[in-house]
């Protein structure tokens, strides 16, 4: 629901996010400070080009029960000004511990190509090709 208290109710005091290098909020991002950060990272990157209806995830969820849980979701944006969208499958994994997470990691199949969408739309060109 994009709303930081409810975000960050989900995360253990000690998480760590992981994000690949190359895009705009990657990196490895520790505690709250951090997720906060990461948050604020991500929605400067995605929060203009996703409303409901594009950002709809479809989540599928599988856990271990052990404490792993991996998430299979569509990634979704679109450019309205350009006319550039995003459509792609992407993978988190998650460690949980007392019902908080405590390390997030997600998994693109073309980083690169999440990183390249990203940087088209903030130059404002038109889509040029079609994303996985």
């Known amino acids: 629901d994009r709303n930081l208290e409810n975000l960050?109710?989900?995360?253990?005091?000690?998480?760590?996010?992981?994000?690949?290098?190359?895009?705009?909020y990657g990196g490895t991002w520790r505690g709250r400070a951090g997720a906060a950060a990461h948050a604020a990272a991500f929605l400067g990157s995605w929060g203009a080009l996703q409303d409901r209806e594009t950002c709809s995830l479809e989540p599928h969820f599988w856990g271990d029960g052990a404490g792993t849980v991996c998430a299979l979701f569509r990634h979704r944006?679109?450019?309205v000004a350009s006319g550039t969208s995003f459509d792609a499958a992407e993978v988190g994994i998650y460690k949980v511990r007392q019902g908080r997470v405590v390390r997030s990691q997600m998994f693109h199949a073309d980083s690169g190509a999440v990183a390249g969408f990203l940087r088209r739309v903030d130059r404002g060109?038109?889509?040029?090709?079609?994303?996985p």
């Open 77 to 79: 944006a679109v450019d």
């Open 125 to 131: 060109e038109p889509e040029s090709g079609t994303l």
């Open 8 to 24: 960050l109710a989900c995360y253990s005091d000690d998480v760590e996010i992981h994000e690949a290098e190359e895009l705009p």
